[in-house]
Each structure stands twice: as structure tokens, then as C-alpha cells.
């Protein structure tokens, strides 16, 4: 039986404070071979919140679980409704400055590749490639019992013909693409099957509760065996799916660097936290380094 995620983390009082210094960035990508790793806060310059930073959405918002999802018709109806209408704003948010800063990075060859805990796509549609999802993405659906995956437009025009006039204005919109509904808003939303064998439909990520493939967690950890040094951006490290990588990256004597405005739980591992936002950093960075960022994306 899984226990319930860990959704929340104090910071302990002997953290390492964070700095405003760039300079230790500019170094190790000077130096090359570095392997980012990317949380939700690298993304709330686009629109989208991230989960614990100040105004985070756990403070209004549980996040579905895998257990709560597969359970519960009612669970996967209220998941439904207020995905479906978090997709419409969620699937179009745009990369910012950070996005466009990583991607820059990677085309002047100095990353080694791209560990994203988002599921929102923006790190591709800024231009960069070599990007491993960790937690997969919204734009995919998958089948729970035929294992077929379709993308989430598709499913996106079935929900619609099947739910006219499903207009509700939301309270909020979630990291997850989730919206904020009460009860009464969600109604009797109706779910669509898999068209192949009328099977439960899920979002092809990884929900919270839920364990990341395995073979991709190995991936992510060759990555890190390659890699000369970690750059986390935007993420807290409260779950385990992306703190293992910063303690495996610090126990082979590799530089961890942080940019991230709170303290994480990462800290206590990490060379230094720049505590700046990470657009602006990032683009200082690029700027230093006379790397061109582009001003539109590369992708669509």
C-alpha cells in the first residue's frame, strides 16, 4: 500500500543562505556539459503557478492522485472537468525568457540535456531538444487498458462535442493544468472512453502517488553520470523524483548549482542557490556569455 505523497517541506533553519551572485552559472557553463534540471517555477513567468512558491497552489489545491484517479468514477469525472477546462488556458501559455535562455544554452553546446519535472511543453516549443520529461506530458493521453496513447487535442474536440456549453469560470489554474471547480460546476461532466477499447483514459503523466518508469529514472541517472555539473532551476526538491538526482550528482562530487528564490530542499547539497528570478538571470546569463536569445519561440 503507497503512502500518501509528500506534498509539503519546512526548510531547516542551518540552510546555506542563498546569494544574488550569477558568476558561479557563468562558470560551469563555461566549463560545458551541463545538465539542467527544470521545476514548475521555471514556468509562472508564462502564466503557470507553481505549487509552493509564494502564492503556490497547495495552499487552495490537493493535487489528484494515481489511487484517488483508478478508484473513483467521480474522482476521474471531477479530474476530467477541470482538466479539460485548465487545458484551454494551460495549452496556451507561451516560453519566457527562462525557457528561451535553457534553449540558447543548449544550441551554443553547453548542456549535456534537459531534465524537466513539467509537463507543459514549454521547454520544446522555446527550441530545446534533448529534453527528457520526467513526469511526462499533457499533451498525450493514454489508455489505462490498451496502453494506446492519442494526443490531448484530440480528446480535448471529443470532451467538447460531449459537454456543450461547459463554460464554468475557474478560481484558479494548477501547475497539473488542473482548474479549480466546486462540485457544482463539475456537474455530470461526461468522460470520454478510449476510442480503441472503451477504456479509462488518463493524461500521460505521472500523477503524485504515482512512481516514475523505471527505465526513465535510469535515463535521468546515466544523464547525471555524464554530466559535469547539475543546474536546477525553478524547483523546491520536495519530492523525491527530482531530489535523487541532486544527491547522486553531490555524492559523485559533481557541482550542484540551485537558481531558485526560496530555499529548497536541495540546499544542503548544492555549491551555491542564486536567489534571483529565473527569467532575468537566466537572459543576464545568456547576455554574459554573448549568447543570443531569441525573442519568439522556435517551436509552435
Not at 549535456?112 to 534533448?130: F, K, M
Not at 529534453?131 to 487498458?145: F, P, Q
Request: net charge neutral; aromatic share 4%; charged share 20%.
Amino acid at each position: 500500500m503507497r503512502m500518501r505523497p509528500t506534498l509539503s517541506w519546512t526548510p531547516d533553519e542551518d540552510l546555506p543562505p542563498g546569494t544574488t551572485d550569477p558568476a558561479p552559472l557563468l562558470d560551469a557553463l563555461r566549463t560545458g556539459g551541463v545538465l539542467v534540471l527544470s521545476g514548475a517555477g521555471i514556468s509562472t513567468e508564462s502564466g503557470i503557478p507553481d505549487y509552493r512558491g509564494e502564492g503556490g497552489s497547495l495552499g487552495r489545491h490537493t493535487p489528484m492522485t494515481y489511487q484517488d484517479f483508478t478508484a473513483s468514477a467521480q474522482a476521474r469525472r471531477r479530474y476530467w472537468a477541470r482538466s479539460h477546462l485548465g487545458w484551454r488556458t494551460f495549452g496556451r501559455a507561451r516560453p519566457n525568457a527562462g525557457h528561451r535562455a535553457v534553449a540558447a544554452f543548449e544550441r551554443s553546446g553547453l548542456l549535456s540535456g534537459v531534465i524537466t519535472q513539467n509537463v507543459d511543453g514549454l521547454h520544446q516549443t522555446a527550441g530545446s531538444e534533448d529534453v527528457v520529461e520526467l513526469h511526462g506530458s499533457l499533451a498525450r493521453v493514454v489508455c489505462l487498458s490498451c496502453g494506446a496513447v492519442s494526443t490531448r487535442r484530440e480528446l480535448a474536440l471529443r470532451l467538447d462535442e460531449a459537454n456543450p456549453g461547459f463554460e464554468p469560470v475557474a478560481a484558479g489554474i494548477n501547475p497539473d493544468g488542473d482548474a479549480d471547480l466546486t462540485d457544482a460546476q463539475v456537474g455530470d461532466f461526461h468522460v470520454m472512453p478510449c476510442v480503441i477499447c472503451g477504456g479509462v483514459l488518463k493524461p500521460d503523466v505521472v500523477f503524485f502517488g504515482e512512481a516514475v518508469p523505471a527505465p526513465r529514472v535510469e535515463h535521468c541517472r546515466q544523464l547525471v553520470r555524464e554530466a559535469t555539473s547539475l543546474l536546477v532551476l525553478g524547483s523546491s526538491l520536495t519530492v523525491m523524483s527530482g531530489l535523487r538526482f541532486v544527491r547522486q550528482a553531490s555524492e559523485a562530487g559533481k557541482p550542484v548549482l540551485i537558481v531558485n528564490r526560496d530555499a529548497t530542499r536541495g540546499d544542503r547539497h548544492a555549491l551555491t542557490r542564486v536567489a534571483l528570478p529565473l527569467g532575468s538571470a537566466l537572459s543576464s546569463v545568456a547576455g554574459q556569455l554573448n549568447l543570443r536569445v531569441d525573442a519568439q519561440e522556435q517551436g509552435s
